[in-house]
């Protein structure tokens, strides 16, 4: 795999056309130009710059301990290296490793598949050319110059027959995962952090992804960071459902709040939370600092806070509320309890064309979930956690399961976590069971089903 900067250079030599210009005076569509086409040559470096920081990070990875490579230029790991020679923060350094390990991968790919398809081109070369010499030929007497390649118009005499050249084979084959990807963020077109966004989409499919890849790329340069964010997560639920069901069950797995003190005596708070754990924090604290940004309109504007502030300011408010509680609330004061006949939903649903015949949704958007202020979807399944654990229990009763009661979460659970669960009766028994807890899902064909689950922790 070798380095090339010259679409770097080839965006540069653009920029280098303004040079000396009075940039105080330079009309405004000149000065877009140069941003345009600096931004694209800054891409274009970025892509070679993450290739290298990532051997860099795999030099570190191989040589662990005292002796080892970061430790011997004073730092604990590559990143760490890295944020120190380059002057970058630690997360910026860890994307710009992620981003070259990307690209790395996808350039071992393609030429991995180059080789093959070179291999199977001349395969199928030799095979054309031991058929042609199976076969009877023309003599010399019988092979005419009209046959011979135009640049052979002055024959000699008596000459022998030339052989006619043989024919160049193009190779063609099939872009490699992740190909695509690597071309734009080495032309440029696209920035590392909605290359980072592509990227980590397409790991999280079960499916091939080179059409979709090829979606992505071509949407990135003509929208917004935020836009495509939400078009890879809603592509993402919509051709592979089973990709977003095992991205929910990683990203709750390895959900997360840190709380450290800073050199500066400070505080830090940093996190990462799935969406379901995060939706109600995220609701929460929002419609709060909304809320104090109204009511501070009326100050000076050299008293008012900035979002963040009041953010921060409605975050404490929520802990003192809640140490000030003897207990903290974990239900709602009134329980609404709404009911639909089955089969009177399915005809309304068919009715406005979102479902056919046998109840099925049409469209694979209605499968999925959406969160206000947030842009990831959810799956059913997860959305159904979110309702129980807010004591909005859905049920789907007239199935062939079990009986099933919705039952409060234990007030004495030690983590004084709510559990995201049903609880199944023995009814269908006289001997006594034990109460388990189950997860009620129903299919998009309308089938109930209650799958056990393990206790939340």
């Not at 011997?72 to 020679?85: D, E, I, M, N, Q």
């Not at 046959?147 to 022998?160: C, G, H, I, R, Y």
């Not at 939400?230 to 990683?250: I, N, S």
Request: glycine residues 6%.
């Amino acid at each position: 795999m070798t380095s090339s900067t010259r679409s770097a250079r080839d965006h540069l030599a653009a920029v280098s056309a303004w040079d000396g210009a009075d940039v105080a005076r330079m009309p405004a569509d000149d000065a877009l130009a140069a941003v345009e086409a600096g931004a694209a040559a800054i891409h274009a470096l970025q892509a070679v710059v993450a290739r290298f920081a990532a051997r860099v990070d795999v030099v570190c990875e191989q040589s662990p301990g005292a002796s080892g490579y970061a430790r011997r230029h004073g730092a604990a790991s590559g990143p760490s290296l890295l944020a120190k020679v380059a002057g970058l923060a630690p997360g910026e350094a860890n994307r710009l490793v992620t981003m070259g390990r990307a690209l790395l991968a996808a350039d071992a790919a393609a030429e991995r598949a180059q080789r093959e398809a070179e291999l199977a081109a001349r395969e199928a070369r030799e095979a054309e050319l031991a058929e042609a010499n199976a076969a009877p030929g023309l003599s010399a007497q019988e092979l005419s110059w009209d046959d011979l390649p135009p640049e052979s118009n002055t024959p000699e005499p008596n000459s022998p027959a030339p052989t006619p050249p043989a024919r160049v084979v193009p190779v063609v084959r099939e872009l490699a995962p992740g190909e695509l990807l690597a071309r734009a963020l080495d032309a440029g077109t696209i920035s590392p952090q909605k290359g980072e966004v592509i990227s980590a989409t397409l790991a999280d499919f079960t499916i091939d992804t080179l059409e979709v890849e090829r979606e992505f790329v071509d949407l990135a340069p003509r929208v917004g960071l935020r836009k495509l964010m939400a078009h890879c997560f809603w592509r993402l639920g919509e051709l592979d459902p089973e990709g977003l069901a095992l991205r929910e069950a990683r990203h709750r797995e390895e959900r997360f709040v840190s709380i450290t003190d800073r050199a500066d005596g400070r505080v830090q708070i940093y996190g990462l939370l799935d969406v379901a754990t995060a939706a109600p924090i995220k609701t929460l604290l929002d419609s709060m600092t909304t809320a104090a940004l109204r009511r501070q309109r009326k100050l000076p504007q050299q008293e008012r806070l900035e979002a963040g502030a009041l953010c921060a300011d409605a975050l404490t408010d929520v802990a003192l509320h809640a140490i000030g509680c003897d207990r903290v609330p974990r239900k709602p004061k009134t329980t609404v309890v709404v009911r639909i006949d089955k089969d009177a939903l399915i005809d309304d649903l068919r009715l406005v064309g979102l479902a056919d015949e046998a109840g099925v949704p049409l469209d694979a958007r209605t499968r999925l979930t959406s969160v206000d202020g947030i842009l990831q979807p959810l799956t059913a399944s997860a959305a159904r956690l979110m309702a129980v654990d807010a004591q909005v229990l859905p049920m789907v009763m007239g199935g062939g399961s079990l009986p099933l009661t919705s039952a409060p979460p234990s007030a004495s659970s030690p983590s004084g976590r709510r559990s995201p669960s049903l609880n199944a009766t023995a009814a269908a028994s006289d001997a006594p069971r034990p109460q388990r807890s189950v997860m009620v899902t129903t299919s998009s064909s309308g089938t109930t089903t209650a799958q056990p689950t393990s206790p939340t922790r």
